[in-house]
């Protein structure tokens, strides 16, 4: 019965999910301009512009005066990718907003921290912010039901996603089990990008084409699943290991949204794309719940207004990074091929229902309540 219900539910067939990286020695950019080839992505709409600057007016004037906070944010996203460039707009932005008593120094590249230790370093508190994934919050204790928005197909589109985890189902349903259950807040969802196989040698043109690959996946029990779920091998390896691996053979594919394969080059060395949007994914800016609880409520607004802002500049970067990188990976000679989404969702789809050990953790009525915002 069990089977049955879920075999239904999934008929929805989304998409969801997230990033992984490399470590190395600190090296801060401060509040440093972002790229400039990514600048017009961070010109606000007039209307996105007069929403932020009404919402912080007050935190401006009130938190001025507050005794000052330094935030440290890291990310494993690469120089030039919008993420690193929202990260820079978000400590222009707050301390703009704070009237200069809330400063972040921001580090990209995993200089300070990789995707596998960002999250203890954010609990911990050596870091205050990063993006975190839900794959990663599904392996923390009383969260392993986050595992169900990093599945294939969990997402219908981008609407779907940012609709919900900025909307109400996400203040009230999703950030505050996730804030009760780690030491850490969520601030709101970043557009990580639809997510597509790229391989070294081999096309891949249906479902079937996916077995025995040598899909590369982040380093969770999530992650390894959908490398299942989408019919591959799924082998696990560091994001810092993933160009050279793929260039020696070591692996024969990987997944990521097209903004990442472009700007991390991964197309050099893995020339054949696969659009198959398997995961629409999302990343959660999160900050450590005691340097959140030490701000003031002005200083709060300022963090929370400067999110807003960083969001706007990251998926409209985002989103217009996705419709010219088929382009650039054309222009580059790559192959691209069109797998039938419906081939890839239907087997999505059998393979959770024969694995309910995967499922039964999930929270089946936030899920359904997700699937049917969709509608």
Known sequence: MKKKILAGILSFSMMAALLAGCAAAPAASGTAQAPAEEAPAQEES??????????????????????????IFTSVSVTGDSHTTAMDAFAQKVEELSGGSVTCKTYADGTLFSADAEFDALSSGQADLAYISFPTLATQSGLEWCSMVGSAYFWSSYDHMTQTLNGDIGKNDIFPKIEEAVNAVPLGAFYLGSRVVNTRNKEI????????????????????????????????????????????????GQDNPLPTDVSAKFYEVAPYVAITNHVVDSIIPMINKD??????????????????????????????????????LEENGCTITYPDIEDFKTNAQAYYNEHPEQTEQWDMDLYEKIQASAK
Not at 46 to 71: F, H, K, Q, R
Not at 233 to 245: D, H, K
Not at 296 to 309: C, F, L
């Open 205 to 252: 043109n249906s479902y079937a084409d996916m077995n025995g690959l040598l899909l590369r996946m982040p380093n969770s029990e999530t992650w390894l699943n959908l490398g299942e779920a989408l019919g591959a091998n799924p082998t696990p390896l560091a994001f810092s290991e993933l160009y050279t691996a793929l260039q020696t053979g070591a692996i024969d």
């Open 291 to 328: 340097k959140w609880n030490s701000l003031t409520d002005a200083q709060k607004e300022a963090v929370r207004g400067a999110i807003e802002y960083a969001k706007q500049v990251n998926d409209e970067a985002r989103i217009e990074e996705e419709e010219k990188d088929i382009s650039i």
């Open 46 to 71: 007039a209307e996105s512009s007069e929403s932020t600057e009404n919402t912080a007016e007050g935190a401006d004037a009130a938190a001025a005066s507050d005794a000052p906070a330094e935030l």
